[in-house]
């Protein structure tokens, strides 16, 4: 038996990670039926005066219609228990990437597991929380946009940065730091100057998947957790996004049935990801009903994390633990529990 799941998302802009118009990322998931969302779908038609097929998230986050999107959040809600989201702070999700894609690397041919003791993750928000203080605005986003552009696939405006770029940036930001958690991040970075350059070298290649976009770890997370919770095969239905190609699927699909040893102790084993379908909104209202709960979670996260706004009660439930997250105050706020250490 295989267990069908929807999925889509809100404040996607692909790599573009370092001064992102949305500081958000939302990747939502559910199990309607096809039978339960169409129900579901045409009420909420109904209740907000629509009178085209598909209902946008846009529409139910307005204002006049904050009774409806309460009733759907609500504990014992239509969505109760039928939805998941992978949450994101794309700045932190960035940082975390220099740490995995270079100071990882290095630790690991010399004999180092960062995943296994956590170390990765800690150095990651320790970087985050600190970085900024450390090194002033100007240096600490130049330090974001140089690793941005060194390692996207693609780069639409302006020239990619090369690696020795970026190591000069590095080194500006060495001698500019003054707080020692982050002299040690940066120090790790800049010894690691090899696996940027190999790193740089496979962005030709084909088979390499993209590392900056968050929609891809959001459906792996996605997978891993229906599958984990129900014990069933999963096949994911989601919403028609360019960067899934029939190769990345298929590299998804390998990589979550076969997952290296290391990875596989940390995450629980396997996941029996059968396939991934692409599907058109508009066809499917069980995407229409991922497109709510992505657009709901990620603007209540960005109020939360911005202004320390109070979350809607029925965030709580749908949060992922895996999420990309640094705040811990926001965290908190959001899931109840402090984030893990």
């Known amino acids: 038996m295989t267990l069908e799941v929807a999925c889509d998302e809100s404040g996607s802009e692909g790599e573009n990670l370092a001064g992102a118009a949305s500081r958000v990322f939302a990747h939502a998931s559910t199990t309607l039926s096809m039978q339960e969302a169409t129900e579901l779908v045409d009420h909420v038609r109904r209740s907000c005066g629509v009178t085209t097929d598909e209902v946008k998230s846009t529409t139910l986050l307005a204002p006049r219609n904050r009774e409806v999107l309460t009733d759907l959040f609500a504990p014992a809600g239509a969505l109760d228990g039928r939805c998941a989201v992978m949450l994101a702070d794309k700045e932190f999700f960035l940082v975390a990437k220099i740490i995995d894609l270079l100071v990882e690397e290095s630790a690991h041919e010399r004999g180092e597991d960062m995943y296994w003791n956590r170390k990765a993750v800690r150095l990651a928000r320790s970087l985050h929380q600190d970085g900024q203080r450390a090194l002033g605005v100007d240096?600490?986003?130049?330090?974001?946009q140089a690793f941005n552009s060194l390692v996207r696939t693609m780069q639409r405006k302006g020239s990619k940065t090369t690696v020795e770029e970026f190591f000069e940036v590095v080194d500006r930001c060495r001698t500019r730091s003054h707080r020692r958690k982050v002299d040690d991040a940066l120090n790790l970075i800049n010894n690691a100057r090899p696996f940027a350059e190999r790193f740089r070298e496979r962005l030709g290649d084909d088979t390499t998947a993209p590392d900056l976009d968050p929609i891809v770890p959001g459906v792996v997370e996605a997978a891993r957790h229906w599958y984990h919770l129900h014990r069933q095969h999963v096949v994911i239905h989601h919403d028609h996004q360019s960067i899934f190609t029939e190769q990345l699927i298929d590299q998804l699909i390998h990589s979550s049935n076969y997952p290296m040893h290391e990875f596989s102790l940390l995450t629980g084993g396997p996941v029996r990801l059968d396939a991934i379908h692409l599907v058109d909104s508009r066809d499917d209202p069980r995407i229409?009903?991922?497109?709510w709960v992505a657009g709901f979670a990620r603007s209540q996260a960005a109020a939360v994390l911005s202004s320390g706004a109070a979350p809607h009660s029925g965030l709580r439930?749908?949060?992922?633990?895996?999420?990309?997250?640094?705040?811990?105050?926001?965290w908190?706020?959001?899931t109840g529990s402090p984030p893990p250490p």
């Open 288 to 291: 229409q009903v991922a497109d």
């Open 332 to 334: 908190e706020a959001m």
């Open 317 to 330: 439930c749908l949060i992922l633990p895996a999420s990309p997250w640094s705040d811990a105050v926001s």
């Open 139 to 144: 240096h600490w986003n130049e330090l974001l």
